[in-house]
């Protein structure tokens, strides 16, 4: 397999080879990578609940034992999914052993060859994957082009039987946010299911991107939502009405062949809910702060410094390291265009912002 050595150096030469950072602490506003004590502006650990842990939730042991069909299903899954549903706004909700697993199942199983997906360019790998596994017909539209994306529905919708538009809500690697009024529109008056990705909108905009927009989902709404990022603790979730739950259940590939979550992280998980409202408060301070402070128009808690190529992304990314800040470079194909990607979580301080700014400001104005 000597090929596999070519491919690597092909990446290297490139500036696109990626290698894995050790951390010796927890995850948190603070951490120990390599020995070095920096400040964490990396993590999606938004609201700092990931080094959390109730003594009390121990009481359900570790591991699930089976999948959720056999006998991993706990009682402390279905209360936290009733828990979530409520926050979401929906019926019922699924859980999901990841986000990727959400993703793949919910899109490939709701849809098939006799179908259309409309997905937005920018959408995360997880959903691109769904709409490969699906077989249906996919139209990738500009990012956030409400206009395209009518065009594209009233040219090929009536080829197709079922149709879904699929968008993350917050993006993943920008921090804006999709026209989810719009798209709620859109997909009444062309008979569609709307399939929205909020694994960084839940907890961070509000319980749900529905709520930025006043909107309450209805029964052709599907809202996916992480356990992983701002809710401090490991798995997914999809939201919608007790039909689609049923049906994920007996339907859904990722959801029927895989270890059920284990109890404990739902019984974490149900415990950091209690403390999602006091500090998305503290977090959203941050955010616009530091929208002022940047000028960076981000709408969440992601801010992208966008930079001309690869080899300075991993200057700017390593030059902020050494002074103390953990940003790491974002390159292809995980984005078009090379950046350090910030993330805020609650407990940073003005000040910390104050200081990642200007030692980002110092190497621009030095190095580029
Ligand atoms: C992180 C992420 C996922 C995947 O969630 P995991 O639980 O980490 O597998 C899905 N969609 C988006 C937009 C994400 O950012």
């Known amino acids: 397999m000597n090929w596999l050595k070519r491919e690597i150096e092909e990446l290297k030469s490139k ?22 004590r920096v400040i964490n502006f990396s993590s999606n650990d938004y609201l700092c609940l990931a080094s959390h842990f109730d003594s009390e939730c121990s009481k359900w042991g570790m591991g699930s034992g ?29 859980l999901f052993s990841t986000g990727y697993m959400a993703n793949i199942g919910t899109v490939s199983s ?27 017909k996919v139209l990738i539209y500009p990012h956030k082009d409400v206009e395209t994306l009518e065009h594209l529905l009233s040219k090929h919708r009536k080829k197709y039987r079922h149709c879904f538009i699929v ?15 719009k798209l709620f529109e ?29 909107i309450k989902p209805d029964e052709n709404t599907v809202i996916v939502g992480t356990l ?31 270890t059920a ?8 998980t149900l415990k950091n809910l209690e403390k999602v409202p006091a500090r998305m408060k503290k977090l959203k301070e941050r955010i616009s702060y530091f929208r002022k402070t940047s000028g960076i128009k981000s709408e969440s808690a992601i801010f992208p410094v966008i930079l001309k190529d690869e ?36 407990e940073h301080t003005k000040e910390e912002i104050n200081r990642l700014w200007e030692t980002i400001n110092r190497f621009l104005k030095a190095y580029t």
């Open 15 to 36: 500036h696109l080879y990626r290698e894995l950072k050790v951390l010796n602490s927890p995850q948190g506003k603070n951490l120990n990578i390599s020995g070095r």
């Open 66 to 94: 089976a999948s959720r069909l056999i006998s991993g299903n706990f009682e402390i899954h279905e209360i936290l999914e009733e828990a979530l549903a409520k926050r979401k706004g929906t019926e019922a909700a699924l």
């Open 110 to 136: 709701l849809a098939s060859s006799k179908d259309l997906i409309l997905s937005d360019e920018l959408n995360h790998a997880s959903l691109i994957d769904g709409c490969r596994l699906s077989r249906a």
């Open 167 to 181: 968008t993350d809500s917050v993006f993943s690697m920008d921090g804006d946010i999709a026209p989810i009024d």
């Open 186 to 214: 859109i997909k009444k008056i062309y008979n569609c299911t709307l399939i929205v990705d909020d694994a960084h909108a839940t907890g961070v905009v509000g319980w749900s991107s529905f709520e930025l927009f006043g």
């Open 228 to 258: 992983g990022k701002a809710l401090g603790t490991f798995g997914a979730f999809v939201c919608g009405t007790k039909l689609l739950r049923e049906y994920l259940i007996n339907k859904c590939r990722s959801f029927i062949f895989t």
């Open 261 to 268: 979550p284990p109890p404990i992280i739902a019984c974490q």
């Open 311 to 346: 080899q300075t992304a991993i200057e700017l990314a390593n030059y902020l390291l050494k002074n103390g800040f953990f940003t790491p470079a974002i390159r292809p194909p995980t984005v078009k265009e090379s950046r350090i990607r910030i993330s805020l979580c609650s």
